[in-house]
């Protein structure tokens, strides 16, 4: 094979191998600060919570068509950030397994772990605090990429709304 092809490839593995350490050492970076990014992403990103996010269910009753009734939500507003493989039992009550467990983010900017629990009579939840890093080792990088996606949208339906905004005030002026 012709030396300058044979020492380009040299080259070019050599090159692939320094990106390959770089990345490696970039991901570890990333991961030994990863409960501050999600605190600061999170903190960014509630005072939004409160106009994008849903009343989540605390606890209702069922009829027996499975239709709710008497349903309680939690006062403050949340965005479902991810979804995990649901634990045997409820730390508040051993006796009440976990149908569905979640973590969200609520308008003051704090994570927190909602675990339901659905009988045929009734379905109530447990909401408990979590910390950034007590999440990511639940639900792990989904929580980075919800958070940003849930800006992401809320600015397309900004931009989408501004824009509506200056058409119709186009409109009257005409």
Known sequence: ?????????????????????????SASELRGNIGALLARMAADTAPVVKQ????ILQR???????????????EKKMIVLGKAEPLP????????????????????????ELMYTTT???????LAPLTPEEAFDIYGYDLVFMLYRALYE???KEEELTAALARTLEYLGS
Do not use: N, W
């Open 1 to 25: 094979m012709d030396p300058i092809i044979e020492e380009g490839y040299a080259r070019l593995l050599e090159t692939l191998g320094d990106l390959q350490a770089k990345k490696e050492e």
């Open 52 to 55: 994008i996010g849903l009343e």
């Open 60 to 74: 209702a009753k069922r009829e027996a068509s499975g239709e709710l009734y008497d349903q309680a939500f939690y």
């Open 89 to 112: 039992y409820r730390p508040d009550d051993p006796s009440k397994p976990v149908d569905a467990q979640i973590c969200v983010l609520d308008e003051d900017g704090a994570f927190h």
């Open 120 to 126: 045929d009579i009734r379905t109530d939840s447990y």
């Open 154 to 156: 809320y600015a397309g």
